[in-house]
Every structure is written in C-alpha cells, then in structure tokens.
C-alpha cells in the first residue's frame, strides 16, 4: 500500500509540475471509482486538479485510447502494454509523439474483477485492506483474506514488459523482469482437431451479444467506419449469430495483427466473458514466429505488417 501511495503522490507532483509550468494543457491518468477497487480514467487540466489522481492494482483502462487526434500538448500516466499501444499508434501516425509526454509507471499486474468476484461468490465487497501481499476484502458479515497474485489478470501473468519501454518521466522503481512467454495456454488449442476448435470457438461466440465493447475498448480498433457496420456489401449480418459473430471477431484480431499489445482490454470490456484473449493471443503468437516482432516494444522497428523483408514467410504464396 505504502508503494501505492507513494507512487500515486509521485504522479501528483509530476502533473501539478507539468500543468503549473504549461508544458501540457491535459494530464490524462486515474482517479479512485466511487466503488472499493475501483478506479476511472480522469482528465486533468489544471494544477490544483492533481490531487484526484491515484494509482493501484486497479488502474486496468488502457488511456492510449484517449491520445488519438487530440489537439494540444497532453501528458498521460501510462503502465507498459499502455505504452506499447501508444508506441504502434505513433508509428500508425494516429499521436504525434511531440505532444505526448508519457509519466511511465512500472507495473506488476492489475486486478481482475472477475477474480474477486469469484473469491466472495459474488458478494458486494464494502471495503478493502491491502496487507501487503494480500488482501482482505471485507463485505456484510464477511471478510476474506486472498493473495493479491491470484487475482492478476492473466495477461498480467504472462506480460514481460511490466516497465514502459518508452517515457518522458518515470515514475517508481523498474519491476523485475519475466521469462518469455510459452504461449501454453495456445499450445494446447493448437494440440486440438480442427473440429474441437471450431467447436470451441462456438461454444465461446455463441455468447457474444455483438455489443461491440471489445472493439471499443482497444486503442487499435480506430476506423471511422468498422467493417460490421458497412451496409454496402454488407459483410455479417446484424443478429448475433454464432457464424457471424466468429467472422467479426476473427475480422478483428487479423486487423490488429502485428499491432495487438495483448493488454487485454478487449477480454475485460466484454460483458459475457468470453475468451477474447485467446484469438488475440493465437495471433500474437504467429506474428512472433513468423516475423520475431512484438507490437510497440520499439519506436524504430516497423511494424510486422507495414514493411517488407525479401526472408519474409510467404508459404500462401507457394503451390506445394
């Protein structure tokens, strides 16, 4: 709690500064949400505002969505995979990396509500004491001690890039860094028949609600007009049908190939719960393969889609 607190001050000051000395005209980062283990992007524009910004295991919104086209100089409190979506979003020409200043926070993972949830069955929780490395969450006529790693995301779990890999001010001691990723969890959807995944995967979708939050909720989906939405040709039908709703889905994790950051903000919007996470990474995993690049870890390395090596893969092209 007391790293919390420090590192919350520690952005404070930072924004007050900024503001105070007129290097930005809006500070982009949290404040505390009206509920325990809450927090909600917060807009700041003026010095005496930096009080209400916070910092913790909630902070889990990625504010690269908020940078896009924005006139002015702003500056944004950003954890890694923000910043590794901020990164591709330069590099896609959607920021001008001269009106950004990024107060980069070293991150050691975030809350998953749906987690707490599960350890109190549900029940509303009232207040929340952080001991260090637990937490009791304490509701009507019950308290519960859990471990706070067992309620990290899972793309928390497996990101290697807790410390922004570019910022202006940083903010907190660097976290240690995580082994490389094995991707088991999409080894073993690979291991299944063609006829189990697709099985899988509408079992998944079939509880899709076409609401369109996922797609919201990701810095990369930015087309003034989504291809879902196109009434000529009409590309998939308007009623969530689990056909339709695997062909938007698979529509958008190949149009984040090469850029996706695998920050899991698609997985945490979704009202239904659905394994979001899962194709996203399924293409991450590919891209990494095929052309050994990760989105947004470098402002000077393209993007695996928008160039070209004469070595690049090209099996599709190829008649065996």
């Known amino acids: 709690m007391q790293r919390m607190q420090k590192l919350a001050s520690a952005i404070q000051d930072a924004a007050r500064k900024l503001l105070e000395e007129k290097k930005v005209d809006l500070v982009v980062g949290f404040a505390k949400g009206s509920l325990p283990l809450r927090s909600t992007?917060?807009?700041?524009?003026?010095?005496?505002?930096?009080?209400?910004?916070?910092?913790?295991?909630?902070?889990?919104?990625?504010?690269?969505?908020?940078?896009?086209?924005r006139e002015g100089k702003v500056a944004v409190v950003a954890k890694g995979c923000d910043v590794r979506s901020i990164v591709t979003l330069i590099q896609e020409n959607q920021i001008n990396r001269e009106n950004v200043y990024v107060i980069g926070v070293p991150c050691s993972g975030m809350l998953d509500r749906a987690k707490v949830d599960e350890a109190v069955d549900g029940r509303d929780i009232l207040e929340v004491e952080d001991k260090?490395?637990?937490?009791?969450?304490?509701?009507?006529?019950?308290?519960?001690?859990?471990?706070?790693?067992?309620?990290?995301?899972?793309?928390?779990?497996?990101?290697?890039?807790?410390?922004?890999?570019?910022?202006?001010?940083?903010?907190?001691?660097?976290?240690?860094?995580?082994?490389?990723?094995?991707?088991?969890?999409?080894?073993?959807?690979?291991?299944?028949?063609?006829?189990?995944?697709?099985?899988?995967?509408?079992?998944?979708?079939?509880?899709?609600?076409?609401?369109?939050?996922?797609?919201?909720?990701?810095?990369?989906?930015?087309?003034?007009?989504?291809?879902v939405d196109c009434t000529t040709p009409i590309w998939i039908k308007k009623t969530p049908e689990v056909d339709d709703n695997i062909m938007f889905q698979a529509g958008r994790v190949f149009h984040s190939a090469g850029r996706c950051s695998d920050c899991g903000a698609c997985d945490r919007a979704c009202p239904m719960g659905i394994n979001l996470r899962g194709i996203t990474r399924k293409m991450v995993k590919e891209v990494k393969e095929l052309f050994g690049t990760e989105a947004g870890v470098s402002l000077e390395e393209k993007p695996a889609l928008a160039t070209f090596k004469a070595g690049d893969p090209q099996p599709f092209l190829v008649k065996e």
């Open 41 to 69: 992007p917060c807009f700041i524009r003026r010095p005496e505002e930096a009080s209400r910004l916070t910092w913790g295991f909630t902070c889990e919104n990625n504010l690269a969505n908020y940078l896009r086209r």
């Open 132 to 227: 260090g490395g637990t937490l009791v969450l304490k509701g009507k006529d019950f308290a519960r001690e859990v471990r706070t790693q067992d309620l990290y995301h899972d793309t928390c779990k497996t990101c290697r890039y807790g410390n922004p890999v570019i910022y202006d001010h940083l903010v907190g001691d660097p976290v240690p860094a995580k082994p490389e990723d094995d991707f088991a969890d999409i080894a073993a959807f690979e291991a299944l028949s063609p006829a189990e995944r697709r099985a899988a995967l509408a079992s998944d979708f079939s509880r899709c609600i076409r609401c369109y939050a996922c797609r919201n909720a990701c810095p990369m989906c930015y087309c003034t007009e989504c291809f």
